[in-house]
């Protein structure tokens, strides 16, 4: 299952209370003050790790609560303060304040994190207060109270070229042809219901990452098919590849209704390096070959004609795709 939003509670640890205490020695009279200053509350900390890459950990735990820092002791000790709450999530996951909408961070790089909820500091001991005027102090401070905070996250998938394309157009065919990916295919529409990422290798120490993002139709951003909920994941690639399949009454006019789409959920993803891949050529005859050719898709939008299945005109589309990723 891909989950990709999450809402969790989060809260760091209090301070502890600072305490009044006095020296006691049998030996040594009119004992001064020696409370010490209580503990630091626990930090929240979340942590980016490319060994994850999904939020589906986060529909099981929902809070997250750090300890409180321990109380000050006699003789001037400190109380202990509380040990962190780390939360690992996904590179490219952003968070956000659920309450205000304000996004707080973006993690992108492995092991790149943010101090989500500052623990308290401990309160002050009477220790603290003896002056020359005030030796025998009767007071202290309580721990300053832990922050909570109701935080959204977001994953938006790390990959540098977008496959784009109706439902059935081939976009995990083509995938799993490319890479090591394994997604599911049927002769159905639909059939991928979350993003598959893989990893292609072009040549040696050329390499890049692929997403196949669920079939998109006219209306996907007023809600209809799978809606809008994973265009998402193609707002961080670098280039997108439009999938369009041969045998379609009018591709140019398929290209215009998946471009629309874009534009209406992101004015600047058309702007995009742009590739069209028509595929499943090895259904297509003579005359529709010819015809294809003939279609101009725009200025500087390079077309390549494949059959995922034969292998027909892949290494020419991958070599495409390396060369757009660098741009």
């Known amino acids: 299952m891909f989950i990709d939003s999450a809402k969790i509670y ?129 007071i202290c401070t309580p721990g300053e109270a832990g922050q909570e905070l109701n935080l959204e996250l977001e994953l938006k998938l790390l990959a540098d070229v977008g496959l784009v394309g109706f439902p059935n157009a081939g976009k995990s065919t083509l995938i799993s042809k490319i890479s090591a990916a394994k997604p599911k295919i049927a002769d159905y529409p639909f059939t991928t219901l979350h993003p598959n990422l893989g990893m292609v290798y072009f040549e040696e120490e050329k390499s890049f990452v692929v997403a196949d993002i669920p079939g998109l139709i006219a209306g996907a951003h007023e809600g209809k098919g799978l809606g809008i909920q994973f265009l998402r994941h193609i707002e961080r690639t670098k280039t997108l590849v439009y999938l369009i399949e041969c045998t379609s009454d009018d591709p140019k006019k398929d290209f215009t209704v998946l471009r629309d789409e874009l534009k209406a959920f992101d004015p600047s993803l058309p702007k995009k390096p742009t590739l069209i891949a028509l595929t499943k050529l090895d259904i297509a005859d003579d005359k529709q070959r010819n015809a294809l050719k003939k279609i101009k898709f725009g200025k500087g939008i390079p077309a390549h004609y494949i059959s995922a299945v034969t292998g027909e005109g892949l290494k020419k589309l991958v070599a495409a795709m390396w060369e757009a990723c660098k741009i």
């Open 10 to 138: 989060i809260r760091s640890g209090s301070g502890g209370n600072g305490i009044i205490h006095w020296r006691r020695e049998k030996y040594v009279p009119k004992g001064g003050p020696d409370g010490g200053n209580g503990g630091r509350g626990g930090d929240v900390i979340v942590r980016a790790d490319k060994q994850l890459h999904t939020l589906m950990d986060f529909r099981y735990k929902r809070r997250y609560i750090a300890k409180n820092g321990n109380p000050g002791e006699g003789s001037n000790c400190e109380g202990r303060s509380a040990d962190a709450v780390i939360i690992k999530v996904p590179c490219g996951t952003i968070l956000r304040n659920a309450d205000t909408g304000e996004i707080l961070a973006d993690l992108v790089e492995h092991n790149s994190e943010i101090i989500i909820a500052k623990g308290g500091h401990g309160g002050k001991g009477n220790t603290e207060f003896a002056t020359s005027t005030n030796q025998a102090p009767r």
